[in-house]
């Protein structure tokens, strides 16, 4: 069974999305592969490399402008883990067209960045 916590931050402030660009408002649909881009601003502090890369990220559903993410982190004890929740809630949230965003912790199956980090990754994680 997969647990799962899901986190609404008291905070409506967006992340700075670097040199991301915004999709247009003109009534598109969201794209998960859009989101899933987009993610890449959020970068795990204590490794200096963005959640997709590291494989952080299990999952992005759109459905009518809903949002979910499903992520985990590099352990359950993550110190970062509520600020890189929050950031990733933050770029959904403040996706244009966005209703509701989810952002779920997930821990099954636990991170193993052999198999989910990018290949990018694994070189500067030193995983050959």
């Keep these: 069974m997969t647990e799962t916590q899901s986190q609404?931050?008291?905070?409506s402030e967006r992340p700075n999305l670097g040199a991301y660009n915004e999709p247009s408002t003109g009534g598109e649909a969201i794209v998960p592969d859009d989101v899933r881009e987009a993610l890449?601003?959020?970068v795990d502090p204590e490794i200096g490399l963005d959640i997709v890369n590291?494989?952080?990220?299990?999952?992005?559903?759109?459905?009518?402008?809903?949002?979910?993410v499903e992520m985990t982190?590099?352990?359950?004890?993550?110190?970062?883990?509520?600020?890189?929740?929050?950031q990733v809630y933050g770029i959904c949230a403040?996706?244009?067209?966005?209703?509701?965003?989810?952002?779920?912790?997930?821990?099954?199956?636990?991170?193993?960045p052999r198999a989910m980090a990018s290949e990018e990754a694994k070189d500067v994680l030193g995983i050959w």
């Design 54 to 68: 590291l494989g952080l990220i299990y999952n992005v559903d759109v459905h009518e402008n809903n949002i979910k």
């Design 8 to 11: 609404e931050p008291g905070t």
């Design 73 to 86: 982190l590099t352990g359950p004890g993550c110190p970062v883990g509520p600020m890189l929740q929050s």
């Design 94 to 112: 403040g996706w244009p067209g966005a209703r509701n965003v989810q952002v779920d912790l997930v821990w099954s199956p636990p991170w193993d």
């Design 40 to 42: 890449k601003a959020v």
